[in-house]
């Protein structure tokens, strides 16, 4: 095609390319949340169904995009963690944020009247994310990571389930129930949902306390013929044209699974290979 | 509230600043648009459907983001200029970007139907769009951005008009619409569409040719106390609160007007003080 | 040449550009020269030899590279301006920052001697400096960083007058001169120096008082065939490669001036075209 | 201070941050020392003082500038290895590169009469350097980094030692040398060397064959009261100031070691511990 003399303005974009070899999250995080769940009057301190959704629209993300290996989601945000050797848009930081937060709205859309058949959506407040992309050098820091977010969620949850239940069911106002809860730690906490309102904290939905950790299981998914060993290799060698469709094609069959677990201590990272390969 | 051990990693979230006092562009393509657009049997060369869709989702984004002073859409994509003393977001490339491809997104599903009622949306193929954030430090290169855009649009369409001509009203393949385009200019296309097919390509619709321009006019827009001039005021010199309130709603409420028209030429320019102020 | 399996490893390199059609001032600021001034016993306030010697540099700096168009320098620090449409190194941040500071410490090393012939340096102590490069889209910008230096330069050497005046000439300590000066405003200072030691601030050595600027004079420089007027080109046009080796040339020629004089009013502004063309 | 009205262009600045917890590599080239070399008549196919200067300035650098763990030296470049947990300057990447070119150049110049006594410097040709700055997120990589600059090494060595034998001793101008050694491999030129000159290129001085390597040899520098195992903390704990201090204290003790040998085998990378802790 013919080509304008304006055409010299691309010389200004400049791609942010991410390190090579380092994992990378990319977290979506609910714009405006606050006033959207007023809006749709989700239930208080937790609503089954917006978190199905999170859930749902995460599943679908993993499923279109196989280079995902895993996603941690709590509340209003959902992390998505790229393997090392990840090249998905040559590591262009722009692509792979704005992609990430377009595709995953159109499936938090798109499924919507699923979970909420009685609260169509409207035109006044769509739901929207924002989405940020982190590189961890680690194993270690991925796992730090992702425990920091699983702590962040029980620390919320532990609260928001305590401040309601002061509200809902012990009648206090909104300001009654922030001022009876400061300066109170954990168990405080844990005492005063059972010693008032008879609620065990621990048998609360594993969904509330510990959040929702999506994993690509690669074990289920091994062909006949095993991968050969690749701890030895060069971290960026290139891969045949025909080991890196095989691969691709193994991601893609591979199950997602959800869990709603612990996944701070040893138990869930020894087993860590099937999934972060 | 609580902070875990894990916290730290937080160090590593780097924020990509763009440059105070650039125009900024953030420019959305479609994702996949060419199978996409099979998908819902868009028509060739050119959907008024599409186009309107695309239209009015920009146009939204614009109602929420009084930030945008203006946009530029054509085929599946669409760029919006931020003033140059823009501080959305604290001018964070990868919010700018997520933010706009997510809400953009949120904008073109939710009016979907409206454009497409024969033609629901299935979950196997939904719109999503990457975007980017370029920087133009004067007006002479957001002019040519713009310039590139449009004078890129004519020659697509000028191309498709004539290819699909060939196809739909000469019955040739693609194969050979392609072989009887090549090495034509512009003067050899408009004489084929006009000799062989009565096509005046000028009489085309505008919004074909030439795109689709979004204009905040603040013009229209003017209180009854102007803003004083602002020529000789340092480039990020802070307003007072209350001027820049004032500011904001002005912008919330100037009216945003559709052009289809030249943008090259002078004429587009001379009057551009009223939407880049 | 034969490359070895290791080259892989480049690929980890990344350049970080500078936006086109920017200016770029480069800043050098001297390592350690607290420590540094006294080991080498300068003057107080003011170490007029130390000051010929960063002149010196600089301007050695400018003469070997050309893309330089003025620099300004007080105290330890020297800001090196290059041209909006310079591509030197490509524009490439760390090579345009490193060639800098190593190039202007091998002057100021060299011609040390020159300076100080009767203060050798020792090789415990040699004279370093780091830099930055800053972007500036306007010349407003531009103007206003300059402003901000000579600012800096007269509320500091104001200061200092004072400062050691009053241990030097009025017997004070160190911190007695401190306690002197604190919340002082400039016509405090002009007063005491006056009234207690006959001073007249004004009278002072302008290069103490207003810094040293180099501007590559180009008016001087202009060859018999003047250069078109350039206003209403593309910011980036490429020129053609023999009107770039003019231009090379002729600001080779250029003489380099150098000036102690106000440059934050109009009066050194409406000059400037003749060095920043 | 007071502060000027202008102080606003600071928001400008914008650092680019390294990555935490990965190793940083700076690299020092010679600017221009093909010309540099021929000027002050460096001897071909190594200059053994040449050498013996880089290597010094190497090592005063690495005295001065205690976070530097390693460096590996060749022809006229220097790689200096920073540990992974490094703080240096807040890992600002234009404080870095600049800071290590001006004082290796201050370095490099100040001992210069040293190495070549009846080469003085002059002011046309002053030696300088420019540096940039690579991320290695794995030991890995940084291991295949030191391969990949000792592999050159060689390569260029023995290309050089062929070429120059040729030329000094077959009495082949450049050209003809360079024709004859077109096509040839390693054997052919070790072939050749050991044929024609008698020559065994094996024999030839480590220095010209492996490169330098320098390492800070904690292993000596070891306390009384060794070091906790740090295996299992967290990448970026704080350790307390004291921690900090000391281990300062032992680096700046700690021995700076020079070797000329293989770096690519395991042998080296076996003992690494004690220099890259």
Same mark, same amino acid.
């Given at each position: 095609?013919?080509?304008?003399r304006?055409?010299?303005?691309?010389?200004?974009e400049?791609?942010q390319i991410?390190?090579?070899?380092?994992?990378i999250?990319i977290?979506l995080?609910?714009?405006?949340?606050h006033?959207?769940?007023?809006?749709?009057k989700f239930?208080?301190?937790?609503?089954i169904r917006?978190?199905g959704?999170?859930?749902?629209?995460?599943?679908c993300?993993?499923k279109?995009i196989?280079?995902?290996?895993?996603?941690?989601?709590?509340?209003?945000?959902y992390s998505?963690?790229?393997?090392?050797?990840?090249?998905?848009?040559d590591?262009?930081e722009a692509? +792979?944020v704005?992609t990430? %937060?377009?595709?995953?709205? /159109?499936y938090?859309?798109?499924y919507?009247?699923?979970?909420? !058949?009685? *609260?169509p959506l409207?035109?006044?407040?769509?739901?929207?994310?924002?989405?940020?992309?982190v590189?961890?050098?680690?194993l270690?820091?991925?796992?730090?990571?992702l425990?920091w977010?699983q702590?962040?969620?029980?620390?919320?949850?532990?609260?928001?389930?305590?401040f309601w239940?002061l509200?809902?069911?012990?009648g206090?106002?909104?300001?009654?129930?922030?001022?009876?809860?400061?300066?109170?730690?954990?168990?405080d906490?844990?005492?005063?949902?059972f010693?008032r309102?008879?609620?065990n904290y621990?048998?609360e939905?594993?969904?509330?306390?510990?959040?929702?950790? +999506?994993?690509?299981?690669m %074990?289920?998914?091994s062909? /006949?013929?095993?991968e050969?060993d690749?701890?030895?290799?060069? !971290?960026? *060698?290139e891969?045949?044209?025909?080991?890196?469709?095989?691969?691709e094609?193994?991601?893609?069959?591979?199950?997602?699974?959800e869990?709603?677990?612990d996944?701070?201590?040893?138990?869930?990272?020894?087993e860590?290979s099937?999934?972060?390969?």
């Amino acid at each position: 095609m013919a080509k304008s003399r304006f055409e010299y303005v691309r010389t200004y974009e400049q791609d942010q390319i991410l390190l090579p070899n380092t994992y990378i999250v990319i977290r979506l995080d609910g714009r405006g949340f606050h006033k959207f769940s007023a809006h749709y009057k989700f239930t208080k301190p937790n609503d089954i169904r917006a978190l199905g959704l999170m859930n749902k629209a995460a599943f679908c993300l993993m499923k279109q995009i196989s280079d995902i290996c895993g996603a941690y989601g709590q509340s209003d945000e959902y992390s998505f963690v790229l393997q090392r050797r990840c090249r998905l848009f040559d590591r262009r930081e722009a692509k +792979l944020v704005s992609t990430f %937060a377009s595709t995953f709205t /159109a499936y938090y859309q798109f499924y919507w009247n699923e979970f909420f !058949p009685d *609260q169509p959506l409207d035109a006044t407040l769509l739901p929207s994310f924002d989405a940020r992309a982190v590189q961890y050098p680690s194993l270690t820091e991925l796992r730090h990571y992702l425990s920091w977010r699983q702590a962040d969620c029980h620390i919320n949850n532990l609260y928001n389930t305590s401040f309601w239940a002061l509200i809902l069911k012990g009648g206090e106002t909104e300001k009654e129930a922030e001022h009876s809860l400061m300066g109170t730690n954990s168990s405080d906490k844990n005492e005063l949902l059972f010693s008032r309102f008879g609620i065990n904290y621990n048998n609360e939905d594993p969904v509330f306390r510990k959040g929702t950790m +999506l994993i690509r299981d690669m %074990a289920k998914a091994s062909s /006949a013929t095993p991968e050969p060993d690749l701890k030895d290799e060069m !971290p960026l *060698q290139e891969k045949s044209k025909r080991q890196a469709e095989r691969e691709e094609k193994r991601r893609r069959k591979a199950e997602i699974v959800e869990l709603h677990e612990d996944i701070i201590g040893d138990g869930f990272w020894n087993e860590s290979s099937k999934w972060l390969s």
